[in-house]
C-alpha cells in the first residue's frame, strides 16, 4: 500500500496559499473597544488605587499605634507619639507630615534629643491628610497600655473628599480601629 506524504500546515495556512490577519477595519474596531474599555474602566481603577493608598497610610499608623504600646509595656515607661515638625513634636495635629515615636522619660510629652531614645520615625505621607481632634496632638501609651485622655480621632482624607474619608478611632484602653462613618452614621470632615 502506498501512501502519500502527508503536509503538516500552519494554523494560519489555508487553502488558497495566502496567510490570514487582521484587516484595516478589523483593527480599528478592536481600538475602538479598547478604548472604550479604558474610557469607562480608569474611573474605576483609579478609584481602587485610592483605597489600596488610604488602606496602606490607616495600617501603617495602626501598626505604629500597637507598637508603641507594645513598647511602653516592654521598657514599663510612658511611650509618645506626636506629629513629626523637623524632629520634634508639632504644634497642629496635622499628622500627613509623619511622626515620631519616642521613650518620654521626663513625662513633659515633648522630645529631648539628649535625654529620649526615638523607637521610630515615620515619614510624610503624600496624597493623604491624616488629622486628629486637637485636644489629643500627641498618644501618650503608659507601662499598662493604656493611653490617657479621652478617645482620639484620626481622620485620613484624600482628593476624594469626605465621602471616602476614614479615621481611626484610638480608645482610653489603647485599642485602635478603624471606621468608615461617624458614630451618628455622618462622614468624617476633611479640614
Not at 497610610?57 to 515607661?77: C, G, H, P, Y
Not at 522630645?111 to 503624600?126: R, T, Y
Amino acid at each position: 500500500m502506498i501512501t502519500e506524504k502527508s503536509r503538516a500546515r500552519s494554523r494560519f495556512y489555508n487553502r488558497t496559499g495566502v496567510s490570514q490577519g487582521f484587516t484595516l477595519i478589523e483593527l480599528i474596531i478592536l481600538l475602538a473597544i479598547i478604548s472604550i474599555l479604558f474610557r469607562f474602566g480608569m474611573p474605576a481603577f483609579q478609584d481602587i488605587m485610592a483605597n489600596n493608598r488610604m488602606t496602606t497610610q490607616i495600617n501603617v499608623m495602626v501598626t505604629s499605634f500597637n507598637l508603641a504600646r507594645s513598647e511602653a509595656i516592654k521598657r514599663n515607661r510612658n511611650v509618645v507619639l506626636c506629629p513629626n515638625s523637623e524632629g520634634s513634636c508639632a504644634k497642629q495635629p496635622h499628622w500627613h507630615n509623619g511622626w515620631l515615636m519616642f521613650v518620654d522619660n521626663n513625662f513633659d510629652r515633648e522630645f529631648d534629643d539628649k535625654e529620649e531614645e526615638i523607637i521610630h520615625i515615620e515619614a510624610a505621607k503624600e496624597n493623604i491628610e491624616i488629622i486628629s481632634s486637637r485636644y489629643r496632638r500627641r498618644v501618650v501609651f503608659h507601662p499598662l497600655g493604656t493611653s490617657a485622655g479621652s478617645n482620639a480621632s484620626y481622620v485620613f482624607c484624600d482628593q476624594r473628599g469626605p465621602s471616602k474619608a476614614r479615621a481611626i478611632i484610638l480608645s482610653n484602653g489603647g485599642r485602635a480601629r478603624v471606621a468608615a462613618k461617624k458614630s451618628d452614621g455622618k462622614a468624617w470632615k476633611c479640614s
